[in-house]
């Protein structure tokens, strides 16, 4: 079976995570890893080495959440403890699982960095090595049946067609395709209403239920945010937008990861040799 890996701190956020990770998880036939990370001690520290009790009581909450939540999953759902920076041993852990998802709770721009918002989630977002999805504690609906899919003027804007496709297949969901305009300029308007039909166009083609729509502002963050609170939305599916120079996404994609009231599925854009482009977050 396919493996989904959850990242859990026993914050409320994560707990939130992970029961919307048992409702994609049997959608896909996958099981669960939930994987908690442990800070290492310093050798020169002078406090006394908590390490053993951490993993004691990290171990003791991993089981009674399996207990909880397992009885709800078709899979099956196991824990890894590891130590270490957060956000590596994270991707460590999807890597290691060869993952199809990994999915991580978050506090949004009210959170606090021991939790796994803030760089922790910027760096998971930018180097998962499969798609990712962060949901803040404020979602609380019980199922995803609108997925918003924004739609730019940069040519990688199409690369999560595909998955978004097998998502809303899978979660039984509805795409609205959103061509997002945030410039007046005619060429690039044109492009990307040009981009949005051939993607409706594909998810007609997969049988895939879905609508067009635009909008137009002066940022696509806002443009998009604005649109999830106007029209309801489940979840938004965008490119992670990240900045090689230092592994973190761009200021856009943190924007609707801190703000959306929705799961944000991130996708990483694939660079091609063909062209040359900036990574877009929408």
Do not use: W
């Amino acid at each position: 079976m396919s493996e989904i890996v959850v990242a859990i701190d026993f914050s409320s956020c994560s707990v939130n995570a992970l029961k919307y990770s048992v409702k994609i998880a049997n959608a896909y036939e996958a099981n669960l890893t939930l994987v908690h990370v442990c800070k290492p001690c310093s050798d020169e520290s002078v406090y006394p080495d908590t390490k053993d009790a951490h993993y004691q009581e990290a171990e003791k909450r991993l089981k009674d959440m399996i207990d909880d939540f397992s009885p709800q999953l078709k899979g099956k759902m196991k824990y890894r403890i590891r130590e270490g920076k957060v956000y590596s041993e994270i991707v460590n852990e999807a890597k290691y699982n060869d993952a199809i998802l990994l999915i991580a709770g978050t506090h949004g721009i009210s959170g606090f960095e021991e939790y796994f918002i803030g760089s922790n989630a910027y760096r998971l977002v930018s180097l998962s090595p499969c798609p990712m999805i962060t949901i803040r504690t404020v979602f609380q609906k019980k199922d995803f049946k609108k997925i918003l899919m924004p739609i730019d003027s940069s040519p990688d804007t199409r690369q999560k067609t595909n998955f978004a496709a097998e998502i809303a297949q899978k979660l039984g969901a509805e795409i609205r395709v959103l061509g997002v305009y945030d410039t007046g300029l005619k060429d690039i308007r044109k492009r990307i209403k040009n981009y949005v039909h051939q993607v409706k166009k594909i998810f007609d083609q997969k049988g895939i239920s879905s609508s067009i729509d635009f909008a137009e502002g002066k940022k696509a963050s806002g443009i998009i945010l604005d649109y999830i609170g106007i029209h309801d939305m489940d979840m938004v599916a965008m490119m992670s937008d990240k900045d090689s120079s230092t592994m973190i996404i761009g200021n856009e994609a943190q924007r609707v990861i801190n703000h959306a009231p929705v799961p944000v599925l991130s996708i990483h854009p694939v660079q091609t040799s063909s062209a040359n482009f900036t990574m877009s977050g929408t």
